[in-house]
Nanobody
């Protein structure tokens, strides 16, 4: 059974930083394309960043480009999301997800097979 567990969320002031981490068990992350999604109350879940199996291809949503950095360590079976210059509009539940589908960057949430339980990020103004 594949499990993904996020950590690192919390409350931070605008302009601050947080680092989210996703640890997987039950399957090597090197076989999965990974993504970080977020969902705020009343809004649809959106892809924030995605990374290919090798780490050579990366995607960022326009809203976080230049502020967030996704990285993976296949040896440790982890995927991180470094979030800098946080804004109140970044407030949401953040979820890591893994996809076994073919392709380097998976943008469609429906194509992800495994999800973590989420970690809350709250940015105060």
């Amino acid at each position: 059974q594949v499990q993904m567990v996020e950590s690192g969320g919390g409350l931070v002031q605008a302009g601050g930083s947080l680092r989210l981490s996703c640890a997987a068990s039950g399957r090597s992350l090197s076989t999965l394309s990974m993504g970080w999604f977020r969902q705020a109350p009343g809004k649809v879940r959106e892809l924030v960043a995605a990374i290919s199996r090798s780490g050579n291809s990366i995607y960022y949503a326009d809203s976080v480009k230049g502020r967030f950095t996704i990285s993976r360590d296949n040896a440790k079976n982890t995927v991180d999301l470094q979030m800098n210059t946080l804004k109140p509009e970044d407030t949401a539940g953040y979820y890591c997800a893994g996809s076994g589908r073919m392709g380097t960057i998976i943008k469609n949430a429906l194509e992800y097979d495994y999800w973590g339980q989420g970690t809350q990020v709250t940015v105060s103004s």
